[in-house]
C-alpha cells in the first residue's frame, strides 16, 4: 500500500486552475521528487497535501486513510513533517530550542504545564541527535536569526527530521544552499533512507540533487502531471524537455 | 541555581518590610502587591503569546465581584471565598478564551474589550445584585477554617497576599519553562510553523487566556476582599489600560518586569496624585516612549545589560533573555 | 396614529445617526485600507473634534465654522502624529507595536482633552438656523436631523467621486491594493499615508462636530462610537469606502431599533452585536495585522 496517494487534486483560484487533477504516490521507502517550471503548481501541491489549502476536489491518502481537509496540526501528527519553500523558523530562540519545539510536537505530554520535565528531556535528546545529524551541533547555542540562510534552511530541515515522521516532505530544500551544504544535505538524506523507516517527497528546482536522490520523479507543467517514472525515463521525454527548455534551471 | 537564590532574598526582604514601613504604607504596598500580581495575570498573554488583550480588567472585575456577591449571601472564610471566586473568575474564561482567541491582532484585543464594556454594562442593568454604579460594599473578610483570623488584620493580610504573589510567580515561572510555556514561545515566535509542526495553538491560546484570567482574578478577589467593596470602574477600559501600560514598560514576557511595573505603578501613582493633576498624561507619554524605543521594557533592559552572551547559551532554553520580549 | 409616518420617522432618525457612523467608519476604513493599521484612537479622535469643534464655536459664534476649522486641526493633529511617531512602527517585526502605540495616544489624547476642557460635558446645542422641525406625513422631525441626512450623502458622494475621479483619488486606490508599485513608480507614498491619516482623523473629527449638538461634547463619547465603527468595518469589509456606506445605515438601524424594542440592554446592545459580528466574520482580519 503506498505511504500518500493523491487522487484527482483539484485547486482553483477563481479561474485560475493551480493544481489540475495531479495524482500522485510515494511508497514506503520510496524518495520522489516533483519538478516542473516555476508556476507549475508544485508548492500549491505540497499545501493541498498538508492541509494549508483545501482541495477544490481529490483526495489525499496517507497510508490507507483519508487525510484530505483534516486540520493542519492533526496531518503532522499523522507523521509527515514539511519544510516550507520560505524558510519558518523560530527566529529569536536558539538552534537547539528551535529543534526541542518540533521533537516535542510529537509527545504525548506535549502540552504539560506543571511536571513536564520529562517531556523537556525526551526532547532534548531527540533534538541534540537531529542537530548533530545535520552538522549543525556548533550553532547550537545560536539565536536562529544569527544564522546564515544556509544553516537556517538546515535547521528547518533538522526540525523536520525531529519530528519522526514517516513522511519528510521538503519544498526546495537545497533553494540558496552552497555547493558544500547542498553535498552535506544530499548526503544525510542518502543516510537517513538507507536507516529506513523514512520517505520523502521533494520539490527541487537544483536537477542534480534530483537525479542524484531520487528513485521516482513526477513532472508538473501548468498545474498537470505531465511525465512520470523513473528518472532515465524522465530525462528522455520529450515533452518533459520542451516544457524546461532542457537541462537544469 | 541563579534565579532561585534572587528569589529567596526578594522574598526574604519581602517579608520583613512591613516591620519597617509606617501603617499608612502598609496599605498601599499591599494594593501594589495586588497590583503587581494583576499585571504578571497579563504578562501570560502579552509577553508570553503576544496576545494583546485591551479587556484584561474583566478578569479583575470578575474576580472581585464574584467574591463580593459570594461573601453578601454565603458566610464562607476567606480563604474559601476567595477560592471559590477564582474558581468562578476561571470558569466565566472558558467561553470568553473561546471567542476571542477565533481572532487575531486588533479583532482579538477588540474582543476582550468588549467582553469587559459587557461586563461593565451588566452590573448597571443587573443594579439590584450589583448595587450598579455603587457597587458592592461592606464585604467581609470571615476568618478562615479551624479558627485561623491572622489575615484579618492589615499586616497578616499583606502576608496573604505576598504569599499569593510569591506563589503565582513560582506557578508562571514553572508553566513559561514547561513544554507547554515552549509551545507558547513558539505561538509567538511562528504561529504558522508551530501549527505545521503538529500543535493546536488554538487551544493553547485558549488555556493561555483562562490561566490569566484566572491569575487576574485572583488579584481581583483579593482587592475586594482588602477594601471591602468592589466597582463598577474594575470593568472600565482605563483600568485594561493601566495594567497593559504597566506589563509593557515593567518589561513583557518578563514576568518580574510586569510585578515590578503594577508595583511602582501604585505607588507613583499615589504620590503623583497628590502633586499633580498631570499624572495620567505622563503615564501615557512615558508609555508611548517605550513604545516607541524600548519596548522590551525596563526589566528587559536591566536583564539584557546583565545577561551576557554565555549567559544566555546556559540559562534553560535561553528564553528569558533572547526569546521573551516583546 | 400614523403607522407609515412613523415607521419613516424612525428610518430619517437611522439615516441621521448612520451620517454621523459614516464620517468615523469612513475615516477608519480608508486608514486601513492604506495603512492596515485599525486605528483603535479613532473614538478619541471624534472626541477632539467635538471639544475642538465646540471651542470655535464658543470663539467665533458660528456652526458653521466650528465644522470647517475643527477637521482641519485635528486633521493637523493626526497628520503629525503619524508623521513623528506611527511611521517608525511600520518595519518593526514585532507587529503588535503599533497597536500599543495608537493606544497610548488613546489615553494621552483623553488625558489631554481633560486638561484642557474639564469634566463637564460641553456644548452649544444645535444651531438657530438649524433649529425647528419639519413636518413629514403628519410626524414631526428635527431640522438638524435632516441637515446630518443631507450632509452625510453629500459628503459620501463627494468621497465617492475624490476616490474614482481624481488623481490623488487614484494614488490613494493604487496605494491600498499594491504600495511598493506605486513607489516604484515614483510617487511619495510615505506622503500619501500621511495625508490619508490626517484625513480620515479629520473626517472623525467632522462626525465629532455634528454629534455634539445631539449629545455635548463629554469624556468617554469616543469608546462606544470607536467599536460601532469598528463593526461598522467588519461588516462592510475592512479598507471598503461602499463598505462603511452600507454598514453604517445597517448599525445604525440596528441601534434605533435596539434602543427603541430593549431600552434596558442599550448599553449592551452594540457590544453583543460586535461580539456576533466576530464570532461569524473572525477571517475579515485573520492574518492582517501580525
Known sequence: MPLLECKGLVRRFGALVAVDDVDLTVEPGEIRAVIGPNGAGKSTVFNLITSVLKPSAGQVLFAGENITGMPVYEVAQKGIARTFQLCHVFPALSARENVRIAAQARDRRRWRFLGGGSVLERSAAVADEAIERMRLARFADVTAAMLSHGDQRLLEIAMAIAQKPRLLMLDEPTQGLSIEETGRAVQILKDMLAAGDLSVLLVEHDMEVVFKLADNITVLHRGRVIADGSPAAVRGNAEVRSAYLGGSE | MNWKIHFAITAAACTVLPFVVPGHSLTILVEALIFGLFAMSLDLLVGYCRLYSFGHAAAYGLGAYSYALILTHVPLPLPAGILLAVAVTTLIAVPIAWICTRSTGVSFAMLTLAFAQLGYAMLFRFRDVTGGSDGLVGIPRLAGPFGIDWFQSKFGYYYLVLGCLLGSYLLCRAIVHSPFGAVLAGIRENEAKTIALGYNTRAYKIATVVLAYGFGGLAGALYAAFAGFASPELFFWLTSGRVLIMVVVGGAGTLIGPILGGVSFVFLEHHLSQLTDLWPLIFGTVFIIFVMFAPQGIWGILTSRLLTKRDVANSDSGKEASGAAT | ?290
Open chain 3, 1 to 290: 396614529m400614523n403607522w407609515f409616518g412613523f415607521i419613516l420617522a424612525q428610518c430619517l432618525n437611522a439615516l441621521s445617526q448612520a451620517s454621523i457612523l459614516f464620517f468615523i467608519a469612513c475615516g477608519l476604513t480608508l486608514i486601513f485600507g492604506i495603512m492596515r493599521i485599525v486605528n483603535f484612537a479613532h473614538g478619541v479622535i471624534f472626541m477632539l473634534g467635538a471639544y475642538v469643534g465646540y471651542t470655535a464655536n464658543v470663539v467665533t459664534g458660528s456652526f458653521l465654522v466650528s465644522l470647517i476649522v475643527a477637521p482641519i486641526v485635528v486633521g493637523l493633529v493626526g497628520m503629525a502624529f503619524e508623521w513623528t511617531l506611527l511611521r517608525h512602527l511600520y518595519g518593526r517585526r514585532d507587529g503588535g507595536a503599533y497597536l500599543l502605540l495608537i493606544f497610548g495616544l488613546a489615553v494621552v489624547l483623553s488625558e489631554v482633552i481633560r486638561l484642557i476642557w474639564g469634566v463637564q460635558p460641553l456644548g452649544t446645542g444645535i444651531p438657530d438656523f438649524l433649529r425647528g422641525i419639519v413636518i413629514i406625513l403628519d410626524q414631526p422631525f428635527p431640522l438638524y436631523r435632516l441637515f446630518l441626512i443631507g450632509l452625510g450623502v453629500a459628503a459620501a458622494i463627494a468621497i465617492w467621486q475624490f476616490l474614482e475621479r481624481t488623481r490623488a483619488g487614484l494614488l490613494i486606490r493604487a496605494v491600498s491594493q499594491n504600495s511598493e508599485m506605486v513607489h516604484a513608480l515614483g510617487t511619495d507614498v510615505d506622503m500619501v499615508r500621511t495625508g490619508v491619516f490626517g484625513f480620515g482623523c479629520a473626517l472623525a473629527a467632522l462626525g465629532g462636530v455634528l454629534a455634539t449638538p445631539l449629545v455635548t461634547a463629554f469624556l468617554g463619547m469616543g469608546t462606544s462610537v470607536v467599536i460601532d465603527a469598528f463593526v461598522i468595518v467588519i461588516i462592510g469589509g475592512m479598507g471598503s469606502f461602499l463598505g462603511s456606506i452600507i454598514g453604517s445605515v445597517l448599525v445604525a438601524f440596528v441601534q434605533v431599533m435596539g434602543a427603541y424594542y430593549f431600552q434596558d440592554l442599550a448599553l449592551a446592545f452594540m457590544y453583543l452585536l460586535m461580539l456576533f459580528v466576530l464570532i461569524i466574520r473572525p477571517g475579515g482580519l485573520l492574518g492582517k495585522e501580525d
